[in-house]
């Protein structure tokens, strides 16, 4: 039986090793930091909406690059995890701080927002005015 588990053990490790940390992906940390950033907009200003068809090609963009780099459903899991989605929106603020906008207003927000479209930016390609 110990036989057993040590092998078990052997199998198992090199497979927990080669799991790769999605979170750490700059591609992946960039479409999802476009979405908080456009979601922060839209949520903080009356003129700007989020794009239906703008989050639709985000949404397509990043699945092609998760189903290219053949991440498993187990490795993306953690974009779910509450500790990454916090580091994600304090980036997405810091974003909008270092570019002089006040995150907590709604004019900053939709001052920032008409930049990011005017740009034609990610975050921009995501917005639209209402």
Same mark, same amino acid.
């Given at each position: $039986?110990? /036989?057993?588990?040590?092998?078990? *053990?052997?199998?198992? $490790?090199?497979? =927990?090793?080669?799991?790769?940390?999605?979170? =750490?992906? %700059?591609?992946?940390?960039?479409?999802?930091?476009?979405?908080?950033? @456009? !979601? /922060?907009? *839209?949520?903080?200003?009356? /003129? #700007?909406?989020?794009?239906?068809?703008?989050?639709? @090609?985000?949404?397509?963009?990043?699945?092609?690059? #998760? %189903? !290219? %780099?053949?991440?498993?459903?187990?490795?993306?899991?953690?974009?779910?995890?509450?500790?990454?989605?916090?580091?994600?929106?304090? !980036? =997405?603020?810091?974003? #909008?701080?270092?570019?002089?906008?006040?995150?907590?207003?709604?004019?900053?927000?939709?001052?920032?927002?008409?930049? %990011?479209?005017? /740009?034609?930016?990610?975050?921009?390609?995501?917005?639209?005015?209402?």
């Amino acid at each position: $039986m110990r /036989k057993l588990i040590l092998l078990s *053990a052997a199998v198992l $490790m090199p497979l =927990a090793a080669q799991a790769r940390d999605i979170t =750490a992906d %700059e591609t992946v940390r960039g479409f999802v930091t476009t979405s908080v950033l @456009a !979601a /922060k907009v *839209a949520q903080g200003c009356k /003129k #700007i909406s989020v794009s239906t068809e703008g989050l639709l @090609a985000l949404q397509l963009d990043v699945t092609a690059h #998760i %189903e !290219a %780099e053949n991440y498993t459903v187990e490795e993306a899991a953690p974009l779910q995890d509450a500790a990454f989605n916090e580091e994600i929106e304090e !980036a =997405a603020v810091a974003q #909008i701080k270092e570019r002089g906008f006040d995150p907590q207003k709604a004019k900053d927000l939709c001052a920032f927002g008409t930049e %990011e479209m005017t /740009k034609g930016s990610p975050v921009g390609a995501v917005l639209e005015s209402r």
